[in-house]
């Protein structure tokens, strides 16, 4: 179906660039579980290039401490639900995209019915526990999963597309203890969402990701970053043959 001429001038800059598919973004699904600093940056651009489908999972509800970083909420939001009122305020950002809000935490009992018929899956969690079901129903339905994390200074990105890559329990195996509160200052999930956005992108653009088999590791208080190639672990305890 062609782009109405709205959508022509909204997209403009970016139906320039040099093998743009808008059409591929309009009929992608794209699952963001955790609406805080990571999953709100993430979903803000992908719902700007119109990404035609987007389920936003999150069962918390906005808090004071969240505003230093989360920047899709107000302080008008404190007390309301993160998945409901991230999807008003993306939705008046581009209401031609279906933006879908789900008030629920990922589990092991829900996982599969919550990630079926997504084409990529975006990681803006703030524990490792969840990660690793998310990784697992990943694997078993061969659906892309785009990693981000946070702690004070470091920001970590990845991008695992099973069968054909390694998975996050190839390298982070173990579930672990967050400290809570994660020690972040407001601007580090701005930068670790946008390149998950740009991982996003690439992906539906291209099929594929440069950064597969790769950890992209960013230290904010040096502006350095750091790549670590990985490879599949046998002994995984998900996708080890």
Same mark, same amino acid.
């Given at each position: 179906?062609?782009?109405?001429?709205?959508?022509?001038?909204?997209?403009?800059?970016?139906?320039?660039?040099?093998?743009?598919?808008?059409?591929?973004?309009?009929?992608?699904?794209?699952?963001?579980?955790?609406?805080?600093?990571?999953?709100?940056?993430?979903?803000?651009?992908?719902?700007?290039?119109?990404?035609?489908?987007?389920?936003?999972?999150?069962?918390?509800?906005?808090?004071?401490?969240?505003?230093?970083?989360?920047?899709?909420?107000?302080?008008?939001?404190?007390?309301?639900?993160?998945?409901?009122?991230?999807?008003?305020?993306?939705?008046?950002?581009?209401?031609?995209?279906?933006?879908?809000?789900?008030?629920?935490?990922?589990?092991?009992?829900?996982?599969?019915?919550?990630?079926?018929?997504?084409?990529?899956?975006?990681?803006?969690?703030?524990?490792?526990?969840?990660?690793?079901?998310?990784?697992?129903?990943?694997?078993?339905?061969?659906?892309?999963? !785009? /990693?981000? #994390?946070?702690?004070?200074?470091?920001?970590? %990105? +990845? $991008?695992?597309?099973? @069968?054909?890559? &390694?998975?996050?329990?190839?390298?982070?195996?173990?579930?672990?203890?967050?400290?809570?509160?994660?020690?972040?200052?407001?601007?580090?999930?701005?930068?670790?969402?946008?390149?998950?956005?740009?991982?996003?992108?690439?992906?539906?653009?291209?099929?594929?990701?440069?950064?597969?088999?790769?950890?992209? !590791? /960013?230290? #904010?208080?040096?502006?350095?970053?750091?790549? %670590? +190639? $990985?490879?599949?672990? @046998?002994?995984? &305890?998900?996708?080890?043959?």
């Amino acid at each position: 179906m062609p782009l109405s001429e709205s959508e022509l001038q909204r997209y403009q800059r970016q139906l320039l660039v040099d093998g743009w598919n808008q059409d591929k973004l309009k009929s992608a699904t794209v699952l963001i579980v955790g609406l805080g600093g990571l999953g709100g940056v993430s979903a803000t651009y992908l719902t700007a290039a119109g990404v035609g489908h987007l389920k936003l999972l999150d069962s918390d509800i906005v808090e004071l401490s969240n505003l230093n970083r989360q920047i899709l909420y107000t302080t008008d939001d404190i007390g309301k639900s993160k998945a409901t009122q991230a999807a008003k305020r993306l939705s008046a950002l581009n209401p031609g995209i279906k933006i879908e809000a789900v008030g629920e935490r990922i589990t092991e009992s829900n996982a599969i019915q919550l990630v079926s018929g997504s084409d990529i899956i975006i990681d803006g969690l703030d524990n490792h526990h969840d990660r690793l079901i998310l990784n697992r129903v990943s694997y078993d339905l061969k659906i892309p999963f !785009i /990693y981000g #994390a946070i702690d004070e200074w470091q920001g970590q %990105v +990845s $991008f695992f597309n099973p @069968p054909k890559t &390694p998975c996050l329990a190839c390298i982070m195996p173990e579930e672990k203890q967050t400290p809570k509160p994660i020690p972040v200052f407001g601007a580090l999930p701005g930068t670790i969402g946008t390149l998950q956005a740009t991982m996003a992108l690439e992906y539906m653009m291209k099929g594929d990701v440069s950064l597969a088999g790769k950890l992209l !590791i /960013y230290y #904010a208080d040096s502006f350095e970053f750091e790549t %670590v +190639s $990985f490879e599949k672990n @046998p002994r995984c &305890p998900v996708c080890g043959k």
